[in-house]
């Protein structure tokens, strides 16, 4: 009554109760998050006065991590409401004017606003709720029906928990009404609604026991068609789906599916939870078809069913979103998980899982549609909500980092990528069966970075352990199978095994035919890779028609700028490049780029790849000038997201080291018109155009060298006809073709040219206006026998290339500033010189280059040739723009300056080769060779002890102090670093001597190093085997490191103290990992030279095991010139693999040799099998450098042919080792 009457004496209008305000403390971070969601939610609180409020609200921020909330209560009272009461009269606390509200009172949050400036201290309004709130009222009777008012009050919490996704406050509940009730069915209802509870916590095994224990109870008691035995059966079903049982799960949801509709009329909201259920096991399962006709079942069924707000239409909503997403219906499938977005936010909490699991839905398909921004803030919406909601280890949480990391490897950023995906596999490996398909489906997402990163080796470890999964967990012909055939293909693919990629990407494709629809966007991905695959093969026609099926599938299935177009453009760009059509490989490739600036951040690592792609056209088609650009803009891009040992970098530092090179620029020998000269002048359009490399400003300096050094050239030819000695001096000078080639090592001659222009006499300045019909004759009649300029450009240059050349010119020349030399002193030179060295034809008489006088004087007065001849002015500018440029880039002008090497370890048997070659090839260099002679070496392996430039210092390179003496006194310019310790037997014996000479060795001659502070390059030479066994394929540069033996583990660790001097001290290193070596000089200890030695005295032959251990070998000479290579040209911090085709067995080894000594005997006569080693890996193998390759290395010695030469070797020097 108390009630009423305070109702009836309000007044009709909205009341503030500002005399007092209830008052919530939250957690500081739970805050940060609520704010925003209070906004929409619905709350039931009770009441307290106003200044009691505040003291507690103020209060709670004292405590670090709290924040304080005030509310203000608005009623209205002309709105039938829950009742309330004034209990002040009443109260014990009389002074806290409290009022009472119903239990069941409901508020709607309204606007918030900070408290005396402090961002802790909050006032939020709330307003009474009418009692005839329409959606609410639809809302709140369903979940009562839901949470079966039949059922007692606890019984009712507890399910009302589970609905708001409160599991483990349900679990209390539960575990003390199971612990209370003496009744049989009461138990099976609570064992039950635990199996849900455990379910929701993700403890699936648990589940389990608890839904079996409750049909184990009911079977002794209800019929087999009775309800109850329908959500025992859905939940045990929907465990087995969760933990990738897919027929058990099926199997369940069937009985429960069979038991409704015996029982139901067809349209019961009952029914449409089995046929959901069933839907969703026939996803997982990649039966779409199937699973979409039961998710409409369901959806018709609850559209009848349940008011348009409920959450379960939102999960029938969400079910059909993702069998279209799978179907590749972005557009449909975003359509549905929208409108389940829409139910969610209206029906539950802020912070409940389905609302995170609707997020999650939401960004998927915005990744698949290319719309990264709007994904990822899905993503990190639903992860706010599972962290907050769930526990730190529950799959669904896994399932978030999983789609983050996606996200960001969209994006490019593959080291967040890498740790998301991590913390998923983390929470997954804890929770789920070691076969779970889900599990799978993270070592692929893990193994797909490492793939991104260039880590080939780990990445097939992931992918490897994933598709063993997917073998025992998934039909033969499920499409995530198919997925893991591909992602092992692409490995293999980049790992240069192209035979096991084709299988594998062929399997993949089988499957996915059988699995999917024919314009399906993964089956355009299955083509792509077999497209690939045939192109490394070299089958073009076959790789052309596989990238045209899947680009007919993307441009069917995906919007206009979906970066999977832009792939597939790519790969039918590449496949036109090799096939020599540039005109179609650019259109394709400029179609890719055009998607690609769209569609990814602007340095994404495929944007790289495209702007790399276009350089490789226009670098085929000779256009250097833009194919320097492109391959400049992939590098800067690429720099910024890719590790710095990635093989992508390579790749395009190779190319911008090619294209930036001073290439040869290629002009028939016979003489175009001025016009045509005028043309290529003008368009840019040389056939070769000269380039110098420059990353920061290459199209300034690029325009530069045109302008100063190329128009004054093509003056030089425009201004002479008939016949001009210019094609053949600068032959002579320069080349030793047919062509005119201008190349680096006519740089010093343009120097010189230089100097003597700028040092010239001026004795007869010549003016534009002086030039007349009779100006070269009247000049030389006037005055014969003075030096006058009347030669042009045309003729000075190639005169003074051909004289510098030949060392001829010293001092001055009297030449004007515009390129001229007296006609007498060019008859001198012709006659004294140039005809004596025969660089002219004999049959050119003087007289004929005197009549060409008046042939010359009337081109000069021509409009044509004067444009051009100003051109000329620039030459003195020549020296200065490439004395500017090749400083800007590190290259030396003097290429024969003169090196002084230290050689470690060089009276071994690859360090004495590399001195012999190196004494013989470069007499102006020295060489100090520190040895300690080990057994293995020999003073007798170098050839010419005696050379003046050869010194030989007995002495321990652990001595540091030895070292750097060394340094200072002989000024070392370069070191090349052999000495190691390399016998593998012996480091299984006294592996601490290896330490001591590999590492602690290696670290010295480093010290050294690091304190003389003038060496230029130091070669680190190192092995194959620090990476470690490798069954299949082969290691490229990038590969992870794995020594498994105490050898190679030394050798590994010398490699990372040799990159941190690197990193450190600015030490410029080379490091060269050599596959097995052999030739001449070799010592016994090794495998080819004892079996030739043991075998030439008649004896037989061990080996270890089956003799089935497989090496790759080459040439020991092949490897010098490699190293020679390397230390002349090649590019410091960088790795080089120096591998070889040569892969062979022990008995193949064996065998070979036996044929070539024709000894006459069976293979099994010569060999005594011996006890296998227990360190001997079954196989190393490495690449061939792409990098190496590029700088003009190649194998030159045949298997068949070094053997011989060995074997030769060894028959002339039998005793070489003994003595």
């Known amino acids: 009554m108390k009630v009423n009457e305070n109702k009836q004496n309000c007044d009709q209008r909205c009341h503030d109760l500002s005399n007092g305000r209830a008052t919530l403390c939250l957690c500081h971070a739970d805050y940060k998050y609520n704010k925003e969601s209070l906004k929409r939610e619905y709350y039931t609180l009770n009441y307290c006065s106003e200044q009691v409020s505040l003291n507690f609200a103020r209060r ?420 995530d199978l198919a997925l893991s055939h591909n992602n092992i293909g692409m490995v293999d693919y980049k790992m240069g095994d192209y035979s096991n990629a084709l299988s594998y990407h062929q399997k993949a494709l089988a499957i996915l035919q059988k699995a999917l629809p024919s314009n399906h966007p993964d089956l355009a991905m299955s083509y792509n890779n077999i497209g690939l695959v045939y192109h490394k093969m070299s089958d073009y026609s076959n790789a052309l028609s596989f990238h045209q099926k899947a680009l007919e599938i993307y441009q069917k299935a995906l919007p206009a700028n979906h970066p999977d177009l832009a792939t597939s453009y790519n790969n039918i760009g590449s496949v036109y490049g090799e096939m020599g059509n540039y005109s179609n490989a650019l259109s394709y490739y400029q179609k890719a780029l055009e998607i690609s600036q769209k569609a990814l951040p602007s340095n994404h690592p495929d944007l790289a790849m495209s702007y790399n792609n276009i350089g490789s056209v226009y670098d085929e088609m000779g256009n250097y000038s833009n194919a320097l650009s492109y391959y400049q803009k992939a590098l800067e891009i690429s720099q910024k997201t890719l590790p710095s040992n990635h093989p992508d970098l390579a790749i395009y530092y190779n190319n911008i080291e090619v294209a930036g090179q001073i290439v040869l620029y290629n002009y028939h020998h016979g003489k175009p018109s001025i016009q045509e000269i005028k043309e290529k002048i003008n368009n840019d359009k040389p056939d070769r155009i000269i380039i110098i490399i420059n990353e920061k400003n290459s199209s300034k300096l690029i325009d530069t060298i045109n302008d100063h050094l190329l128009i004054p050239l093509y003056v030089a030819q425009a201004t002479t006809t008939s016949y001009s000695p210019i094609p053949v001096l600068l032959l002579t000078c320069i080349s030793n073709d047919n062509n005119l080639n201008i190349i680096q090592n006519a740089t010093d001659q343009l120097i010189n040219i230089y100097s003597h222009i700028v040092n010239a006499k001026l004795l007869t300045p010549v003016n534009d206006e002086d030039i007349n019909e009779n100006y070269f004759e009247s000049l030389w009649t006037t005055n014969p026998e003075e030096f006058h300029h009347i030669t042009v450009l045309s003729d000075i240059l190639p005169i003074l290339l051909a004289l510098i050349h030949d060392g001829k010119v010293n001092g001055q020349i009297n030449i004007c500033n515009k390129g001229t030399i007296s006609l007498k002193y060019f008859k001198t030179i012709y006659s004294n010189e140039i005809k004596q060295e025969n660089i002219l034809p004999q049959s050119v008489p003087i007289d004929d280059i005197t009549d060409k006088f008046e042939q010359w004087n009337k081109q000069m007065i021509s409009p044509e040739t004067r444009q051009l001849y100003q051109a000329s002015f620039l030459l003195p500018n020549v020296l200065k723009s490439i004395e500017q440029i090749l400083q800007q880039q590190k290259i030396h002008m003097n290429r024969n300056t003169s090196k002084i090497l230290l050689v470690t370890g060089g009276c071994g048997f690859i360090g004495s080769t590399f001195i012999n070659h190196w004494i013989e090839t470069y007499p102006n260099d020295k060489i100090i060779n520190i040895d300690r002679l080990d057994p293995v070496a020999n003073m007798k392996n170098i050839s010419n002890p005696n050379s003046p430039n050869y010194t030989f210092i007995l002495a321990d390179i652990n001595n540091k102090d030895i070292v750097l003496h060394l340094f200072n006194q002989y000024n070392i310019t370069h070191i090349v670093h052999f000495a190691v310790q390399a016998h593998l037997d012996s480091s299984f014996g006294n592996s601490i001597t290896f330490t001591e000479s590999n590492v602690y060795g290696t670290h010295s001659v480093l010290e050294a190093s690091r304190i003389y502070g003038k060496i230029q390059k130091f070669i680190h030479i190192s092995t194959d085997e620090v990476y470690g066994e490798t069954p299949s394929g082969s290691n490229q540069e990038i590969c992870l490191l794995n020594p498994l033996n105490p050898y190679a583990a030394t050798i590994a660790a010398a490699e990372f103290l040799v990159k941190s001097y690197g990193e450190s001290f600015k030490l410029q290193y080379c490091i060269i990992r050599l596959c097995n070596v052999y030739g001449p000089r070799q010592h016994f200890e090794k495998v080819i030279p004892t079996f030739i030695n043991t075998l030439l005295h008649g004896e037989k032959i061990k080996i270890h095991g089956d003799g089935k251990q497989i090496r790759h070998f080459i040439y020991v000479d092949d490897v010098i010139h490699a190293i020679e290579i390397i230390l002349n040209k090649g590019k410091t911090k960088m790795i080089y693999n120096i591998g070889t085709k040569n892969e062979l067995n022990v008995l193949d080894i064996a065998k070979y040799i036996l044929e070539k000594l024709q000894l006459n005997k069976n293979l099994d006569d010569v060999i005594i099998y011996v006890k296998p080693r227990s360190f001997s890996e079954k196989r190393y193998c490495t690449t061939i450098s792409g990098l190496v390759k590029s700088l003009g290395w190649k194998e030159e010695i045949s298997f068949d042919q070094g053997l011989e030469k060995t074997i030769e070797w060894l028959q002339l020097n039998p005793d070489y080792w003994t003595k």
């Open 60 to 479: 709670a921020i004292a405590t670090s991590d709290l924040v304080g909330i005030l509310f203000d209560m608005k009623i209205d009272p002309s709105i039938p409401s829950t009742p309330f009461a004034n209990v002040h009269d009443v109260s014990y606390f009389q002074g806290e004017e409290e009022i009472l509200f119903s239990m069941n009172s409901i508020f709607r949050i309204g606007p918030m606003k900070q408290l005396d400036g402090n961002n802790r201290l909050w006032q939020v309004d709330l307003i009474l709720t009418s009692d005839n709130d329409q959606d609410l009222h639809i809302l709140t009777e369903q979940m009562r029906k839901e949470i079966h008012p039949d059922k007692k009050g606890w019984d009712r919490l507890g399910q009302l928990l589970i609905k708001l996704g409160q599991f483990n406050k349900a679990e209390e509940v539960y575990d003390i009404l199971l612990e209370q009730t003496t009744i049989d069915l009461e138990k099976a209802s609570m064992n039950h609604m635990l199996g849900i509870v455990k379910h929701g916590q993700g403890e699936y095994k648990d589940a389990i026991t608890y839904y079996k224990r409750s049909i184990k109870i009911e079977e002794k008691m209800l019929s087999p068609t009775h309800a109850n035995f329908v959500a025992s059966y859905n939940g045990i079903g929907l465990v087995y789906a969760k933990i990738g049982d897919y027929s058990n799960a099926l199997s369940y949801h069937q009985k429960a599916l069979e038991i409704n509709q015996k029982a139901l009329p067809s349209s019961h909201s009952h029914l449409a939870m089995p046929y959901n259920n069933i839907g969703m096991v026939y996803h997982k399962m990649g039966d779409y078809s199937n699973a979409l006709s039961y998710h409409q079942k369901a959806l018709e069924i609850n559209q009848k069913a349940l008011p348009s707000n409920h959450p379960d239409l939102a999960t029938s909503y969400s079910n059909i979103g993702m069998v279209y997403h799978k179907m590749g219906d972005y557009s449909n499938a975003l359509s549905y998980y929208q409108k389940a977005l829409e139910i969610y936010q209206k029906a539950l909490p802020s912070n409940h899982p389905d609302l995170a699991t609707s997020y999650n839905n939401i960004g998927m398909v915005y990744h698949k549609m290319v719309d990264y921004s709007n994904a990822l803030s899905y993503y990190q919406k639903a992860l706010e909500i599972y962290q907050k909601a769930l526990p730190s280890n529950h799959p669904d949480l896994a399932l978030s980092y999983n789609n983050i990391a996606l996200a960001y490897e969209s994006i490019g950023d593959y080291s967040n990528a890498l740790s998301y995906h991590q913390k998923a596999l983390e929470i997954l490996q804890k929770t789920l069966p070691s076969n779970h398909p889900d599990l799978a489906i993270s070592y692929n997402n893990i193994g797909l970075m490492h793939h991104n990163m260039g880590d080939y080796s780990n990445a097939l470890s992931f992918h490897q352990k994933a598709l063993e999964i997917y073998q025992k967990a998934l039909p033969s012909n499920h499409p």
